[in-house]
Antibody, heavy 120, light 108 residues
Framework: EVHLEESGGVEVRPGGSLKLSCAASGFTFEKFTIHWVRQAPGKGLEWVSLIGRDGSQRFYSESVKGRFTVSRDNRKNSVYLQMNSLTTEDTALYYC?????????????WGRGTLVTVFS | SSELIQVPAVSVALGRSVSITCQGDSLSMYYASWYQQKPGQAPTLVIY???NRASGIPGRFSGSGSGNTASLTITGAQAEDEADYYCNSRDSSGSRLVFGGGTKLTVL
């Protein structure tokens, strides 16, 4: 069964840093681009970042560019999101999602999310 | 523009049909996908590449589109279809994704 599980979400102060992890199983991990999508409480979905199959392709939304860094370790079937200079605007449930075999923007498997709370 | 516009809320009577639309400049260049999200759950892919149903999605869901508009249609809405629906696509640069603001579907 294809499965993604996020971890690492905690409460943090503004200006702080955090690293999220996304552990994958049930599929050939190195063949798929992985995305991060977040959802602020009571709000809609916001795309954050993607990382290509070998890690050489990385893109970010304007709202996180320069502060967040995505990486992956194909030996560990994992993707990471290093989040720096956090603000209260970054408070959200962070999902990792796997692209469909037809490519992105089609995201066919999502984790349950990990909650990041930035409070002053 | 990188924006995808959705009507915030739509309602439909049980068993009737309803369409949810998504508008954006990038849709004239790239396909849209549609996601269903129920309270407390992660999103689920419903339609990909404009009109393809994802695995396990009932046949009452269909996708279409023309120009800068994409549509999700539910033919014979069921109570379990009550959810938030989001469209997404690449933005105009082609190197980022963008989601619509979401449409809350109420089945009456």
């Amino acid at each position: 069964e294809v499965h993604l599980e996020e971890s690492g979400g905690v409460e943090v102060r503004p200006g702080g840093s955090l690293k999220l992890s996304c552990a994958a199983s049930g599929f050939t991990f190195e063949k798929f681009t992985i995305h991060w999508v977040r959802q602020a409480p009571g709000k809609g979905l916001e795309w954050v970042s993607l990382i290509g199959r070998d890690g050489s392709q990385r893109f970010y939304s304007e709202s996180v560019k320069g502060r967040f860094t995505v990486s992956r370790d194909n030996r560990k079937n994992s993707v990471y999101l290093q989040m720096n200079s956090l603000t209260t605007e970054d408070t959200a449930l962070y999902y990792c999602a796997k692209e469909h075999s037809s490519g992105w923007p089609n995201l066919d498997t999502w984790g349950r999310g990990t909650l990041v709370t930035v409070f002053s | 523009s990188s924006e995808l516009i959705q009507v915030p809320a739509v309602s439909v009577a049980l068993g009737r049909s309803v369409s949810i639309t998504c508008q954006g400049d990038s849709l004239s260049m790239y396909y849209a996908s549609w996601y269903q999200q129920k309270p407390g759950q992660a999103p689920t892919l419903v339609i990909y590449n404009k009109y393809n149903r994802a695995s396990g999605i009932p046949g009452r869901f269909s996708g279409s589109g023309s120009g800068n508009t994409a549509s999700l249609t539910i033919t014979g809405a069921q109570a379990e279809d009550e959810a938030d629906y989001y469209c997404n696509s690449r933005d105009s640069s082609g190197s980022r994704l963008v989601f619509g603001g979401g449409t809350k579907l109420t089945v009456l």
